[in-house]
């Protein structure tokens, strides 16, 4: 997708772009927050480890690449609009406007005609989407990054966060990632009886 006779990027553009994604590095998960975790996680330490994740995946019916870059910039728009959870009282039609809106914006800021800044707003519109066996995926690694932080979050901070659990139940679609959730359950299930 990214052609060797490309232009560069303007060196200003790319030096605005990287101060617009450290708000990804400053914002704190907003479930976490919420439930008083001291020193939550970053919208940008998930969308880290979710790209570790699909690195993982050995699935040769998935382009992998695709699914590192998916997970690389699929909460992007979250440096301008935030982290909106489902509890916020926004429609998920109005989130995914004010996502677009977003990543339109940032799409400008870089120079739309450029092949790299395409490459992203295709692969978020792609994981929105949620129709490509790719997205599927950075789907069931978002959800499942999720829980596996919660249950971290149970362990430092002898908490329970049960709602995380609850909400993710059943929803994972490919079997290693289900497979993966439920060696998590027996961790956690091991965890709670040790701690009673």
């Not at 997970?71 to 926004?90: N, Q, R, S, W």
């Not at 692969?123 to 950075?138: F, I, K, N, R």
């Not at 990054?145 to 929803?171: C, H, N, P």
Request: net charge negative; proline share 4%.
């Amino acid at each position: 997708m990214f052609s060797k006779n490309s232009t560069p990027l303007s060196p200003t553009n790319v030096l605005s772009f990287l101060h617009l994604v450290e708000n990804l590095k400053r914002t704190k998960r907003t479930g976490w927050v919420e439930h008083g975790i001291k020193g939550p996680e970053s919208i940008s330490d998930h969308m880290y480890r979710m790209s570790i994740m699909a690195m993982l995946v050995d699935d040769p019916a998935l382009d992998r690449t695709r699914c590192i870059k998916m997970a690389l910039v699929h909460d992007l728009a979250e440096a301008i609009v935030g982290d909106i959870t489902p509890h916020a009282k926004v429609t998920k039609e109005e989130k995914y406007q004010m996502e677009k809106n977003a990543m339109t914006k940032i799409c400008q800021s870089l120079g739309n005609d450029h092949s790299f800044v395409q490459e992203i707003n295709l692969l978020w519109q792609e994981y929105e989407e949620a129709t490509t066996p790719e997205a599927l995926l950075v789907k069931d690694l978002d959800k499942f990054e999720m829980i596996v932080q919660a249950l971290e979050y149970e362990k430092s901070d002898k908490t329970k966060l049960e709602s995380f659990f609850q909400s993710t139940q059943g929803r994972f679609q490919h079997p290693q990632i289900r497979a993966w959730a439920e060696a998590l359950y027996e961790e956690r299930k091991a965890h709670h009886h040790s701690c009673s």
